[in-house]
């Protein structure tokens, strides 16, 4: 199982999506690894972006089922993939997108 985004999807994001997205992963604590996020970090961003509701921490992470990992957000839409890692990338990118 992949853990961590690659490169080449952190070049995916755009200057400030990547300085937001990477500086709050210094401000966590976590250790500054090249940026490649992993699945616990990304997890930790989207509950952090306030995007459940208050009585559901943590998007839904379903899977996997036909081979693919399900992420649901709310309002902002389910994002699959065979990997975890890229679904949660999927919806992080997401999130980015919209501040």
Not at 34 to 51: D, K, N, P, Q, T
Request: charge should be negative.
């Amino acid at each position: 199982m992949k853990q961590n985004i690659t490169y080449q999807q952190l070049d995916e994001l755009t200057k400030k999506q990547s300085d937001k997205f990477c500086g709050w992963i210094l401000d966590h604590g976590y250790e500054d690894n090249s940026f490649c996020a992993s699945v616990g970090e990304m997890i930790e961003f989207l509950e952090y972006a306030e995007i459940m509701p208050p009585a559901e921490p943590g998007p839904d992470i379903w899977g996997p089922n036909d081979a693919k990992w399900e992420v649901q957000l709310r309002d902002e839409g389910v994002f699959y993939s065979f990997e975890l890692c890229d679904a949660l990338f999927k919806a992080v990118k997401q999130v980015l997108e919209k501040e």
